[in-house]
């Protein structure tokens, strides 16, 4: 039986808060796996395509796959079980399979949802997809499967987990060349899995274990060698929770760039406790031009509830380094944790303020599901907003005792008033390249025609 997978990115929900097309990495290390293996394999990106739901059901009717393969994270489960129900509708027989973050913590329910989708695929799925469509190409029976979720004589069954890929260099270099590459401004690269710390709001350790796993800084640097001569690629963003989990392997990929003559730029996540100034400056020789960093809040009373086990001292320290390595520095906040209330918030806003960095998020707590933070709301009775479209990390889903719903929009709007309205920040905005010729002006712009239009004062009585 000749073998012929589609994967497919689903769009994202109407209406929902938009980020831009991002290349699907999980998605590509599956098809560069299968192609490895000599099977037939080709990408569907809603995303980066900008496809209807109708548009996407046509290209699946025209390349007639055996085995339609959807990911989804939480935002688009409902739109990748659609996805899954029009596979099936333009090909009964098609297998319907289904992977990534969501599903791999509500696979039974999902499988109960829809009736359409034979099989869950959990956390990695490498070798869970090649041996699934190496059992289907031999005409065997794929429900002894480990790592998947599947029917059986109308049952649903859970498999034992697949125990995780230890040597991730023996993984090929991602298939991103099923992918159309003008569409991205980065191309991604991840250097591990795994993580070994234990945020309440992340399912990271739960997908990728506790124990970080990492490709040797000479496999990285030949992927991203790679990737420059092949396709021209010269802005790269490294996708690891932690770049600098570990200082020395960090260090060791920076010297493999600056030794290679590599001319590129990148961009990296970082925990403020993970760097150096050293080591913030050896990552600016090498190319790299922004750090993110997770702040997440200005209340250590917050931090800790967490479990971030970090300082706000570190966080100052952090911001201060890297702005003197000459670096573009973003700041990631959370606001809305339970035991968040309207004086600990104003906390992170004032942080925010004061650590002044080139731009920042102020995310609402989500609780997703295979966090530590969903099964405390869960337990608790708070969960308000059960549709997943929702869960775009700009709308409050759950109830926090000492903060409401709407209080929490309404501190949040006028968090990013105050941080992009400041005339420091417009001019810095104007004036610097790159992103805030673009994006970041646009954002200014808008906030200042809600503002107006609003009529909303800028002169927090808290300030």
């Known amino acids: 039986m000749k073998i012929h997978v589609t994967l497919v990115n689903p769009p ?58 959807v990911t989804s994270a939480t935002l688009t489960y409902k739109s990748a079980l659609k996805i899954v129900r029009m596979s099936k509708e333009v090909n009964s027989d098609c297998l319907a399979i289904m992977g990534g973050s969501h599903v791999t913590f509500w696979d039974e329910k999902a499988l109960q949802e829809c009736p359409e989708l034979d099989i869950v695929v959990r956390k990695e799925g490498e070798n869970t997809l090649l041996e699934i469509v190496q059992k289907l190409e031999a005409g065997k029976s794929f429900d002894d499967t480990i790592g998947i979720t599947c029917r059986k004589d109308s049952q649903i069954i859970r498999n034992p987990d697949r125990p995780y890929i230890e040597n ?19 191309v991604p690269l991840i250097t591990g899995r795994g993580c070994a710390y234990g945020c309440k709001y992340c399912s990271c350790p739960r997908i990728g274990g506790r124990k970080y796993r990492v490709r040797s800084p000479k496999k990285v640097v030949d992927e991203i060698e790679y990737l420059n001569k092949k396709f021209g690629a010269k802005r790269f963003t490294f996708l690891d929770d932690t770049f600098t989990f570990i200082q020395s392997r960090a260090k060791e990929i920076c010297d493999e760039i600056i030794n290679r003559k590599l001319k590129i730029s990148w961009d990296c996540n970082n925990r403020v406790d993970s760097v150096t100034k050293e080591l913030l400056l050896k990552m600016k020789e090498a190319g790299c031009t922004d750090v993110w960093f997770g702040v997440e809040s200005g209340s250590q009373l917050i931090i800790n509830a967490m479990d971030k086990g970090f300082t706000i001292e570190q966080t100052i320290k952090a911001f201060k380094w890297a702005k003197e390595a000459g670096l573009t520095v973003f700041a990631h906040t959370i606001l809305g944790f339970p035991g968040e209330t309207r004086e600990t918030a104003w906390e992170t806003i004032k942080l925010v303020e004061k650590l002044d960095p080139d731009d920042t998020s102020y995310y609402i707590a989500t609780a997703f599901p295979g966090t530590p933070l969903w099964d405390e709301v869960i337990d608790n009775g708070w969960l308000q907003i059960t549709d997943f479209d929702k869960y775009d990390t700009a709308t409050p889903t759950f109830t926090n005792p000492q903060l409401g719903m709407n209080e929490l929009r309404e501190i949040r709007e006028e968090a990013f008033q105050r941080f992009y309205l400041r ?15 673009s994006a970041e002006t646009r954002l200014v712009l808008a906030h200042l025609r809600r503002a107006v239009k609003a009529k909303i004062s800028l002169n927090n009585p808290q300030s």
């Open 12 to 69: 994202y929900p109407h209406g929902s808060h938009l980020h831009p097309p991002f290349l699907p990495l999980g998605l590509g290390y599956l098809a560069a796996v299968l192609e490895k293996n000599n099977y037939q394999v080709d990408v569907i990106d809603c995303q980066a395509l900008k496809l209807s739901y109708e548009e996407a059901k046509s290209e699946i009717k025209n390349r007639q796959p055996t085995i339609v393969g």
């Open 168 to 186: 991730l260099d023996e993984l090929p270099f991602p298939a991103i060349h099923l992918w159309p590459l003008e569409r991205f401004k980065y």
């Open 423 to 437: 005339p420091k920040h417009i001019l810095k905005a104007f004036l610097k390249g790159g992103v805030y010729r």
